[in-house]
């Protein structure tokens, strides 16, 4: 498991090394900073620039400029560099507050900074004091109007480095509500990287997308190449988690050359880290290695202790995939020393999850279980459900290929857990939405509907009035209200008709998914709710069915040969069901089936032709024949032999668990229940959630089918 620099959170910045850089290093982005410093400096009237400058300033004038810049381009590499080494850095901020004047921006921007460290070094006490330095600024202050800024940063970065991801996101929730035109730019983007790092992190890819797009824009508009490519660095991985891997290999090769041409040890360690990460899919392992090990060179170059445990772990994640379990563990063992030595949960996580993976491997199963257990518990407590869910599936994914297929299966239907739930958020959030756009467009009606109103009023009036000039054309004046009335109403009838099929036509959208065309969640839980009976549960049979290796063809076809995949695959759904039974796209790659039958063998035969139908020929997408299969569980509802039925969620659950088991062993296939063995409910459900064991102890009856093999399908 790879994991991104913890700095990026915990600043809002690219992780930072010590402050005795390699000789030379500033020199390297020399002129870049020139440019950067005038706009990031020009605001406070600092000119800390470029040699050109100082040829315009006089002697008095030269001496005040070269302190001035000193200051600033002193207070710029203590945002790149202070992270690393955050006590030292926190003495020498301090040194620089009391040299700046008592109520300057730059002296908030010091403060802000100094917050930051304390945060990543878990200091309360000092935290609170720089803290307390905010909140009793200067009434007189210019700078005074940051205060709620630099107030909203500090917290957020406190939350997110004692675990607490969600609060941290509902603090920065209130940057929407601040005007980025009069903000303090370093301080509005740091504040908007951290929010993006912290949004990816609790599973909210396109609100990350959102916050790190608006921090690149600003940080363009500052002139700030660095800046720049460290929100780059995180916006590739939000588009990494987001199954997007062109796209994030395109943002990293742009954060590349961006920090090349404005270079430091640890920005170019942080990119090359991302670019193993993006990489790590690819068939040829060449670009995932050179950006594991360059990443491990300027680590060390940058004499970062945490960087190089870091770097260790992901490094070990690399040897994982090449299937190199002793040196993965030696290389895991080293990052959990240096972590555990610089109490570095987030490192410590990573270190502790790949040695449990490498044990795996060695088939040292119990004990590399524990560790990977406890890397997943970790991760829990710090709210970071993207992570847990990827440690349980990659943990599902070791346990196969060691052959613990009950161990798999439960890893497997816990990450499905997990996914589930981060999609329910997101398809609430998008709900949500939906409706406040609607109500934005029922309000426009409303208006346009009080206009079409006050003009019909005005008209009124303009007749009373013709009425009080012109009695001899009363009877006219009358007619003319009368008509205008009448035209009125059925104006009114004509839009209220148009919002009612608007509505449905809304109402339908939101029920179908837009690229298969199938019923969505939200409409099988409509429609589930309206066929289950409250006492007796769902009756049916209900079929889950996953498309097998359904990210490898992304992968090696493109996203669009994906899509191609997923159309052609619900078509052959209904090509074999009925019109009243219920298919649903329940998911990324996985489709959830309904049907009112409850005889088993019924079921059996409808699994078979589905597993037929889907692999029986591979897809055609332009010039590509794309082969595809997939993995099936499913169960009948009266539960024989005792006639238990459960709830729609549970049944569920108990579809997922034999489609999970059908992908343990082997793939294209379908697992059936057939019976299970328990005379109430609560033993039922005791024997789901242990199946593998149950049906070799004969607790649990499956039935077990295979898909068109592979000679067949060519």
């Known amino acids: 498991m790879f994991r991104t620099p913890r700095t990026l959170a915990a600043t809002a910045q690219p992780p930072i090394a010590p402050a005795r850089f390699p000789q030379g290093w500033w020199q390297w982005g020399r002129w870049g900073r020139c440019s950067l410093l005038a706009a990031v400096l020009g605001s406070v009237g600092l000119l800390a620039g470029c040699p050109a400058r100082e040829t315009a300033v006089g002697p008095a004038a030269g001496a005040s400029a070269s302190l001035d810049r000193a200051m600033a381009l002193e207070l710029e590499q203590q945002e790149r560099i202070g992270v690393a080494q955050a006590q030292e850095h926190v003495r020498q901020l301090l040194d620089l507050e009391a040299r700046l004047p008592a109520d300057s921006a730059e002296r908030m921007e010091a403060v802000s900074q100094r917050a930051a460290l304390l945060s990543q070094i878990r200091d309360r006490t000092g935290h609170e004091a720089a803290v307390e330095t905010l909140k009793t600024w200067p009434a007189s202050s210019p700078a005074r109007a940051q205060v709620p800024l630099a107030l909203m940063l500090a917290k957020a970065q406190w939350l997110k480095n004692n675990g607490q991801l969600g609060a941290g996101i509902r603090v920065l929730s209130a940057l929407s509500d601040l005007d980025p035109a009069a903000a303090e730019r370093r301080m509005m983007f740091r504040a908007l990287l951290l929010q993006g790092y912290l949004q990816s992190d609790y599973g909210e890819v396109d609100a990350s997308a959102e916050s790190l797009g608006k921090a690149i824009e600003l940080a363009r508009a500052m002139g700030s190449t660095w800046r720049a490519a460290s929100a780059q660095i995180t916006l590739a991985f939000s588009y990494f988690r987001a199954q997007q891997a062109d796209h994030a290999k395109r943002i990293v090769a742009e954060a590349l050359e961006a920090a090349k041409r404005d270079p430091d040890p640890v920005l170019l360690y942080s990119v090359y880290t991302m670019m193993a990460i993006v990489h790590s899919q690819d068939a040829d392992s060449a670009l995932n290695k050179l950006g594991s090990e360059q990443a491990l060179r300027y680590a060390q170059e940058a004499q970062s202790r945490y960087l190089e445990a870091l770097a260790l772990g992901n490094l070990a994640d690399f040897e994982l995939r090449q299937e190199n379990y002793s040196r993965a563990l030696d290389l895991s063992q080293r990052a959990n020393v240096l972590a555990q030595d610089l109490r570095d949960i987030h490192t410590e996580i990573l270190a502790r999850h790949n040695m449990g993976i490498a044990k795996i491997g060695m088939r040292r199963l119990e004990e590399g279980k524990r560790d990977v257990l406890q890397a997943i518990t970790m991760d829990a407590q710090r709210e970071a459900s993207s992570y847990t869910a990827e440690s349980w599936l990659e943990l599902g994914r070791y346990l196969e290929k060691a052959d613990d297929i009950a161990g798999a299966v439960d890893a497997f239907h816990r990450s499905r857990q997990l996914f589930d739930a981060v999609l329910r958020?997101?398809?609430?959030?998008?709900?949500?939405?939906?409706?406040?756009?609607?109500?934005?467009?029922?309000?426009?009606?409303?208006?346009?509907?009080?206009?079409?109103?006050?003009?019909?009023?005005?008209?009124?009036?303009?007749?009373?009035?013709?009425?009080?000039?012109?009695?001899?054309?009363?009877?006219?004046?009358?007619?003319?209200?009368?008509?205008?009335?009448?035209?009125?109403?059925?104006?009114?009838?004509?839009?209220?008709?148009?919002?009612?099929?608007?509505?449905?036509?809304?109402?339908?959208?939101?029920?179908?998914?837009?690229?298969?065309?199938?019923?969505?969640?939200?409409?099988?839980?409509?429609?589930?709710?309206?066929?289950?009976?409250?006492?007796?549960?769902?009756?049916?049979?209900?079929?889950?069915?996953?498309?097998?290796?359904?990210?490898?063809?992304?992968?090696?076809?493109?996203?669009?040969?994906?899509?191609?995949?997923?159309?052609?695959?619900?078509?052959?759904?209904?090509?074999?069901?009925?019109?009243?039974?219920?298919?649903?796209?329940?998911?990324?790659?996985?489709?959830?089936?309904?049907?009112?039958?409850?005889?088993?063998?019924?079921?059996?035969?409808?699994?078979?032709?589905?597993?037929?139908?889907?692999?029986?020929?591979?897809?055609?997408?332009?010039?590509?024949?794309?082969?595809?299969?997939?993995?099936?569980?499913?169960?009948?509802?009266?539960?024989?032999?005792?006639?238990?039925?459960?709830?729609?969620?549970?049944?569920?659950?108990?579809?997922?668990?034999?489609?999970?088991?059908?992908?343990?062993?082997?793939?294209?296939?379908?697992?059936?229940?057939?019976?299970?063995?328990?005379?109430?409910?609560?033993?039922?459900?005791?024997?789901?959630?242990?199946?593998?064991?149950?049906?070799?102890?004969?607790?649990?009856?499956?039935?077990?089918?295979?898909?068109?093999?592979?000679?067949?399908?060519?």
Request: glycine share 8%; aromatic share 6%.
């Open 425 to 714: 958020d997101e398809t609430r959030k998008a709900m949500l939405e939906a409706q406040a756009r609607f109500e934005d467009q029922q309000r426009q009606r409303e208006i346009q509907l009080l206009n079409q109103d006050n003009s019909l009023k005005a008209e009124q009036i303009r007749n009373r009035d013709l009425q009080l000039k012109l009695w001899a054309e009363v009877g006219v004046g009358v007619l003319l209200s009368g008509a205008l009335l009448a035209l009125a109403y059925r104006r009114v009838r004509r839009t209220n008709a148009a919002l009612a099929q608007t509505n449905e036509s809304l109402r339908v959208q939101s029920e179908r998914d837009p690229l298969t065309g199938l019923a969505n969640r939200r409409h099988f839980q409509k429609d589930v709710a309206a066929r289950c009976d409250a006492q007796q549960g769902l009756r049916g049979s209900l079929f889950l069915v996953d498309i097998d290796h359904f990210k490898r063809i992304n992968d090696q076809w493109g996203h669009a040969a994906g899509d191609s995949v997923l159309v052609e695959v619900a078509r052959r759904l209904r090509s074999v069901l009925r019109e009243q039974d219920l298919v649903v796209r329940w998911g990324g790659e996985e489709f959830l089936i309904l049907v009112r039958s409850e005889n088993t063998e019924d079921a059996r035969l409808l699994a078979q032709r589905l597993l037929d139908q889907i692999g029986g020929m591979p897809v055609n997408h332009g010039p590509l024949s794309i082969p595809i299969s997939a993995s099936i569980g499913f169960a009948s509802f009266p539960m024989a032999p005792s006639g238990l039925t459960l709830e729609w969620e549970r049944a569920v659950d108990m579809a997922d668990t034999v489609m999970y088991m059908s992908k343990a062993h082997g793939r294209n296939k379908a697992y059936g229940v057939a019976a299970i063995h328990a005379g109430t409910r609560e033993e039922l459900l005791t024997l789901a959630g242990r199946m593998e064991s149950a049906w070799h102890q004969g607790q649990v009856n499956l039935i077990s089918l295979l898909g068109p093999q592979m000679e067949e399908r060519s």
